[in-house]
């Protein structure tokens, strides 16, 4: 059920429209995301929904609007989902949320790393992993699930660094048996680790994850704060991305702790 109150609220989310945080690829399509997947969304909670209206210039401009969005929210001290949007918008969420709980865990349920270098001083969706380590994470809170593709770049800065990486073909047969957290835990969910088959409509569809994975993750990790990213509606006529991203959502906030 929907509520227009915070303080009646279980679960308070957050819609972040933006497709700013992609510059390296021409395939954007996450700006309408939120509001394609909330369409008909009926969650079996109490929830808030809001919204922060972004630069669609301005990258610095629309991460500074997010986090303030995200510290007004903590106030209320309710589970908060980011819904996106790709996933730079995710970094200004964390980095809010860890400097308000120092002890808390990440996982990152993705197809990719995002651990690559900036380029030109910005915080794109392929850099924000890497930023989150320069900004309060230790390399032993952040934990990668579902991972195909790692770069060059990547697999050198993975070389000098110990971050616990689960592949796509070790969710089953090592990630549900080994993650044990009692943490406060935030999951980032990329709709592109799923297969392409489950999720055409996205930037980069790498994933090899199925529905049935991505949900046993979530029932795994039973995250304390969650967001959604990288959905792009016009790359799926058939609505099987977006369908799927509802099912995401809607499991989530069913196990949320």
Known sequence: MKTNSPEDAEILLQKLPSDIGIHRNPRKGTLNAPEVILEGFEPGKDVLIDEVFIDEFDLEKTHERIRENTEELLEYDKPIFSLGGDHSVSFPVIK????????MQLVWLDSHLDLKEKVDGHVSHDVVVRELLNSGFEEDEITFVGITRVDDDEQEFLDQHDLDVYRADE????????????????LSVDIDVLSEDEAPGTGYPDGR????????????????????VEVAPPFDEEGKTVGNAK???GRLTEVVR
């Open 96 to 103: 809010a949320l860890k400097q308000e709980n120092p002890g």
């Open 171 to 186: 969710v089953l047969s090592e990630f549900l048996q080994e993650y044990d957290s009692t943490s406060p835990t935030y």
């Open 209 to 228: 994850l199925s529905m049935q994975q991505v949900e046993r993750v979530i029932e795994k990790v039973k995250p304390v704060h969650a967001d959604l």
């Open 247 to 249: 099912e995401i959502l």
